[in-house]
């Protein structure tokens, strides 16, 4: 499909980011997609606050960040955090790329003690009955192409939904087993059955969700259910919104920007010197760390002095999701954070 760019650059672009998509609370740069009502600046501004409250979306997983005064302020200014951005057309649709500066957005939350999600996506499993009926034999065509493309569409918005929200879901393949499964619980408990399927998948967490009421009719709003809900159903967005919401907290980081830390964090396996800085970038790119300095170097291991906002812990929670940092024990006495750089292959 043919595309045609146009790049505005606002500053000297920055390099990709060193750390994958794993290393999602160290981005250099977060890029977001949106669709735009033209090319006029007026078009392209509304396309950015737009891109920047799916970025506080998705960067604090919290579906209230929106609603708080520092960030509704931040999206009327949302360009300051910009540092490049892409217009394509795609047959008839104008898309705009923009390139939010991962440090600054980061800073944005902790300097307002907002949360921030440190990169660990959960996982949920997600049951479609519909696809499970998709094994019944149906007297009317009519009726099973119907289901057939709900089925479909369910499944495209939970998906879309969930890339927003940072969840992952997981569906079951529907094998012997789990037809055995639903023969067994049906019709007696759906909750009986989800716990037991979840189980098998190693999931703690589940959905379901239907494109029919119990009379069998085809609804206009998908609803889902899960323990999260108390058992009651709800909107599909409402779901994934909620369980993003719950089951995060696990993942985020609240950072009360009064608190100050000092302390020593070493690091081994820093060989040569590129990889004594892409070490120093792994501390600069901290939305925590004020300031750090080198208190020694030996064997292969540097030892810094980092003067932080938050708790140490804090600062733990984002070091351990990095992939180019593996957590060491601590060895009493020595330095209060221990890692060993891992070397890009």
């Known amino acids: 499909m043919k595309k045609i760019y146009l790049i505005f650059l606002f500053l000297i672009s920055i390099s990709p980011s060193l750390y994958g998509e794993e290393g999602y609370a160290f981005k250099e740069l977060y890029e977001i997609e949106v669709e735009l009502n033209g090319t006029d600046r007026d078009s392209i501004n509304e396309g950015m606050k737009l891109a920047f409250k799916d970025l506080m979306l998705g960067l604090s997983s919290n579906s209230e960040i929106n609603t708080y005064p520092a960030i509704v302020r931040a999206v009327r200014d949302s360009e300051k955090y910009i540092s490049e951005y892409r217009l394509s057309s795609e047959e008839e649709n104008i898309l705009a790329v923009f390139f939010f500066n991962g440090e600054e957005v980061r800073k944005l939350l902790s300097d307002n003690s907002l949360p921030l999600w440190i990169g660990i996506k959960p996982k949920v499993l997600l049951f479609l009955p519909c696809k499970s009926d998709a094994f019944l034999m149906i007297d009317q065509q009519e009726i099973l ?10 499944k495209s918005t939970l998906s879309k939904r969930g890339l927003i929200r940072n969840i992952v879901f997981i569906e079951p393949v529907l094998d012997l087993i789990d037809l055995k499964y639903i023969n067994l619980y049906e019709p007696r408990s759906d909750q009986e059955f989800l716990n037991k399927i979840s189980l098998r998948y190693g999931l703690k967490d589940w959905m379901i969700c239907y494109i029919q009421n119990e009379h069998g009719i085809f609804i206009s709003e998908f ?19 909620l369980l993003a919401d719950e089951l995060s907290k696990d993942f985020q980081l609240n950072i009360d920007p009064n608190i100050r830390s000092e302390l020593k964090m070493s690091v081994s396996g820093v060989e040569e010197y590129k990889h004594l800085l892409s070490v120093e970038k792994i501390i ?62």
Request: net charge negative; hydrophobic share 35%.
């Open 145 to 154: 192409v119907k289901r057939q493309e709900m089925c479909s569409e369910i």
């Open 284 to 345: 600069e790119s901290n939305a925590l760390v004020d300031s750090y300095s080198i208190n020694s170097i030996s064997n292969h291991t540097v030892t810094y002095l980092l003067s932080i906002r938050g708790q140490i812990s804090d600062l733990e929670k984002l070091m351990n999701v990095n992939p180019l940092l593996l957590g060491q024990p601590i060895k009493k006495g020595e330095a209060d954070l221990e890692y060993s750089f891992k070397v890009e292959k």
């Open 223 to 241: 609803l889902c259910l899960s323990p999260v809900s108390d058992f009651k159903k709800i909107s599909s967005s409402s779901m994934v919104d």
